[in-house]
């Protein structure tokens, strides 16, 4: 009965099995069947259990369908005689009954398992026994297995696409993907999630650098892939240059000269750049740190990073610029110069050779109202400035100091200057070219600092131009009585100084318009300018003939810028009077000026008179001669010629001198006056020697008042002697005499002709006509009372001329009586050349009497 019910319910399933699928929740009724649907999950190998009531029923069977298929198996049963396990369950796991109860349990689930399981359990119930089918839909579910994560470039370049794949090994959906990013640092993020096992990440750049997995997710698990690397390829970016030390101008980085810089490059960039350095161009390094020690000015300019990426061949560069700062050299040099048309100062403060210009500053006697302080720094200029205004009532001298700084130095430099007022007046003067071509008026005021301004103003307004301290004119066109002024202007000095010059017309002024001189003397004529007048003029002396005056033997002129002495020395009477002229003329006109010159002979001496005359010896050769003046005007003489001639043979004694008739009767013809000179007018006496025993004799004396010869006295013949001469004696002595007298006159001659050959001998007989002495002038007025002119004149060092002979002021000697005939040469004889040697010449001069 049972059996066949199973039958009935086989063949029920198998006809209308396809609409129970359709149909599962409710089964029509057909007697007391019952149908129970429900929904079983398992997982791949794990255990499950499907239930078929809570009771356990009389009968049952599992059967399991396929989905998919038409099959249908039976796994297990009971029919009465315990519960079976069929062997075609082996396929869907290890399948078993649990006891006292109609479930069964699935351990080690196969995936085959998936499907309809379907209990047909029946009751036997009163009346009629129960069917109930229980519809169990068993879903068996895998556990994702082994997540692997695929990226299409591992090293992607930056921009391009990259593509992610996570693929499973197992698992049933629905899967979840997650996406995760592990960035260098250790920080992991879920970047994506869904439910591709694929992405694209579009735009890679080098962010996404880092380890990258997947998470996949089902109802069973979750599973994670292993890490896979991701490198971005990129770069190089531009470089960053790093300088060290920092500093950062204007126009780049400057260092300062002998530092040591360091030079960093770095540029992002995967694979790492490579780098290397160039120097205006030209490579000078390989790799990211460039180091420059010492540093040196001409280590200036540009230098250029370059990296390059040698995987990409990709490269970037990137410039700066270098400025080596370098101190300028020495220290600054100051000056201070006039500005603003001499009213003020500026300083200068000069300081080259660095750079950057060194910054200066100016500290001193700085007057704060107006003064600007340059801009120092900015300008390339080394000069730098400052101007100062100096207010009203400055000093007379100033100093000032330059400070200069530079960022290459530790310390600073300084310089100073000093700016004074010339300590002196500003100074005119004028004078006159060579060629007397043109009037040059000059101006100095000097010794200031700086230089003072000077300029020229005419009379007539008329200037010589800004800062032309010389005035030029053309000669004899300047003005006559107007001043011309200098001005004068110091940047310190508020005041404008001035000089003046008036050219004035010059006047001459003398002494004396008249001069009058005794004779013999030097005169001195004196000419002078009234004034100071500028430009020096030319004083020029004509003589009394009218002939410019050279300085000779006769002339000597002294001269200064202001006056111009004529002297006319051994003055004459004839020759020398007359009328002097001086002349001078300057820019603005002429003068002239006379001197009269009066040359006087000297009065007259007192008469003198002889009052003896005799001879001293019975040898007759030596006559006494004695005198007096006939009165005693003090000063009126000065001296005395004593004279005498040879009046005629003494009577008895021609016979014995047949030989000498002729010389004898010469005598007689040319009653010749022999003259001794006698210089002391206080002499009034005198022997005559050197006398011919056999001769008659007569002698007169002359005053003589300087060069005035006084009226010869009458002349007397010497008293015989008392005693008896020797006739031989007598012969001798007139042989001897006449010789004398031939040998002195031929010495005369000679000596006066060869006056020029030897001048010396000359001077010697006929006096030296230098005199150094200066000689009062006297006026006619004077004559009278002073005689000072004359006593002057006539004490003069310088001997009589022509006759006078030096220092022959004794009474001349003679030959002793003894001499030979060629005896007297020896008083004759010419000076040597040795010019110290006083020499003591005698001669007996001769003239003509009266
Ligand atoms: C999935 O799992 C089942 C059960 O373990 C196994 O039989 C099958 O081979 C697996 N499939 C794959 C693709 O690995
Ligand atoms: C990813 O990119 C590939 C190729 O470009 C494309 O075929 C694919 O459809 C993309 N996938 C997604 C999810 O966009
Ligand atoms: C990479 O990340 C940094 C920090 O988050 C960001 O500043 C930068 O812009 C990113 N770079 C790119 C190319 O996205
Ligand atoms: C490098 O270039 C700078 C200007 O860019 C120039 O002043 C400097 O003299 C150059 N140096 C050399 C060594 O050429
Ligand atoms: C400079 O000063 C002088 C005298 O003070 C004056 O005559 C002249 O005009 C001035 N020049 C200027 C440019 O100021
Ligand atoms: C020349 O004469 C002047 C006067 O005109 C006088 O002052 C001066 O002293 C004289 N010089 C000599 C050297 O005698
Ligand atoms: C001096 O002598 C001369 C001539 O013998 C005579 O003429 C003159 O009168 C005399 N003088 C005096 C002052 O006796």
């Avoid at 009531?53 to 399991?64: E, K």
């Avoid at 000669?475 to 001005?487: E, F, L, S, V």
């Avoid at 002339?555 to 004459?572: F, G, I, K």
Wanted: include cysteine.
């Amino acid at each position: 009965m049972v059996a066949q019910l199973l039958g009935l319910a086989f063949l029920y399933l198998t006809t209308s099995l396809a609409t129970f699928t359709a149909n599962a929740t409710k089964i029509n009724q057909i007697g007391q069947v019952v149908y129970k649907d429900s929904r079983v999950y398992g997982v791949v190998n794990r255990a499950v259990i499907l239930e078929c009531g809570s009771t356990l029923p009389d009968h049952y069977i599992w059967i399991f369908k396929k989905p998919g298929t038409d099959r249908v198996i039976a796994v297990a049963y009971d029919i009465g005689k315990g519960p079976r396990v069929t062997t075609l369950s082996q396929t869907l796991g290890q399948l078993s009954v649990i006891s006292n109860s109609a479930s069964v349990s699935i351990e080690r689930l196969n995936v085959a398992a998936h499907g309809l399981f379907v209990c047909q359990a029946t009751y036997d119930k009163e009346p009629e026994p129960e069917l109930i089918f229980y519809n169990v839909h068993l879903v068996v579910r895998v556990p994702i297995r082994n997540p692997e994560l695929s990226i299409s470039d591992v090293s992607p370049v930056e921009g391009s696409t990259v593509q992610m794949r996570c693929n499973l090994e197992n698992g049933t959906g629905p899967i979840v993907y997650k996406w995760q990013h592990e960035s260098s640092v250790g920080d992991i993020t879920d970047f994506a999630q869904g439910n591709s096992s694929t992405i694209n990440v579009t735009n890679v750049n080098r962010n996404h650098t880092g380890r990258y997995r997947c998470v996949a997710s089902n109802a069973v698990n979750s599973e994670s892939s292993k890490w896979v690397k991701l490198e971005t390829i990129f770069g190089p970016d531009v470089p960053q240059i790093q300088v060290t030390p920092h500093s950062v101008t204007g126009r780049g980085y400057s260092a300062l000269e002998r530092d040591t810089v360091f030079l960093l490059c770095q540029a992002q960039s995967h694979p790492p750049s490579q780098y290397v350095w160039f120097y205006n161009k030209s490579q000078v390094f390989t790799g990211p740190n460039y180091n420059i020690t010492n540093i040196l000015r001409i280590h200036t300019g540009e230098y250029t990073c370059l990296a390059h990426n040698t995987y990409l061949n990709t490269r970037s560069r990137k410039t700066i610029s270098l400025t080596v700062y370098y101190p300028p050299d020495g220290s600054p040099s100051c000056s201070a110069e006039p500005a603003l048309n001499h009213t003020s100062l500026r300083l200068f403060c000069s300081w080259s050779g660095g750079f950057p210009s060194p910054s200066v500053h100016w500290t001193g006697d700085l007057i704060d109202a107006g003064h600007e302080q340059a801009n120092t720094r900015q300008q390339a200029n080394p000069l730098t400035s400052a101007v100062i205004l100096l207010p009203s009532g400055g000093r007379t001298s100033s100093s000032f100091t330059c400070t200069g700084s530079h960022l290459a130095l530790r310390q600073t430099a300084e310089c100073r200057t000093r700016s004074y007022i010339p300590p002196a007046e500003p100074v005119c003067v004028a004078y006159v070219t060579n060629n007397k071509q043109y009037l040059m008026l000059t101006c100095s005021w000097d010794g200031g600092a700086p230089k003072a301004l000077v300029w020229w103003e005419g009379p007539g307004g008329n200037g010589a131009g800004e800062n032309s301290n010389i005035l030029i004119l053309r000669y004899g066109t300047a003005t006559r009585g107007k001043p011309y002024t200098c001005h004068a202007k110091h940047p310190l000095l508020n005041q404008t100084k001035t000089c003046r010059l008036t050219l004035e017309a010059p006047v001459l002024l003398t002494q004396r318009r008249i001069v009058s001189v005794y004779e013999g003397s030097d005169v001195q004529l004196t000419c002078n300018l009234r004034d100071n007048y500028l430009p020096a003029n030319e004083i020029t002396w004509f003589n009394n003939q009218g002939l410019s005056v050279q300085d000779t033997f006769k002339y000597r002129l002294l001269r200064t810028s202001t006056w111009v002495n004529l002297t006319v020395r051994d003055t004459e009477q004839v020759q020398d009077s007359g009328e002097y002229r001086c002349t001078t003329s300057n820019a603005v006109g002429g003068t002239e000026i006379n001197v009269t010159l009066v040359v006087k002979r000297h009065p007259m001496p007192p008469n003198a008179t002889v009052v003896r005359v005799a001879y001293n010896s019975r040898y007759r050769n030596e006559v006494d001669v004695e005198w007096k003046m006939e009165s005693e005007e003090e000063g009126g003489w000065t001296g005395f010629w004593l004279e005498h001639r040879w009046v005629s043979e003494r009577p008895g004694r021609r016979g014995s001198s047949n030989g000498s008739k002729e010389q004898m009767e010469e005598r007689i013809t040319y009653p010749v006056w022999y003259r001794d000179i006698i210089q002391d007018p206080r002499v009034m006496s005198h022997t005559v020697g050197n006398l011919t025993w056999t001769g008659t004799y007569e002698f007169r004396i002359r005053p003589v008042n300087h060069r005035t010869i006084g009226h010869p006295s009458a002349a007397k013949t010497p008293a015989e002697p008392r005693f008896n001469i020797y006739p031989a004696v007598v012969g001798a002595a007139i042989g001897g005499m006449l010789f004398a007298a031939i040998l002195t006159m031929l010495l005369l001659v000679y000596i006066i002709r060869n006056r020029n050959n030897n001048p010396r001998l000359h001077d010697l007989l006929f006096g030296s006509q230098h005199s150094q002495s200066r000689e009062n002038i006297n006026l006619p007025e004077d004559d009278g009372g002073s005689e000072g002119g004359i006593e002057e004149i006539g004490g003069s060092s310088s001997p009589a001329p022509a006759l006078a002979l030096p220092r022959a002021a004794s009474p001349l000697t003679t030959s002793p009586p003894s001499a030979t005939p060629s005896a007297p040469t020896t008083s004759q004889a010419p000076p040597t050349g040795d010019d110290d040697e006083p020499v003591s010449v005698t001669i007996t001069v001769k003239a003509t009497g009266p």
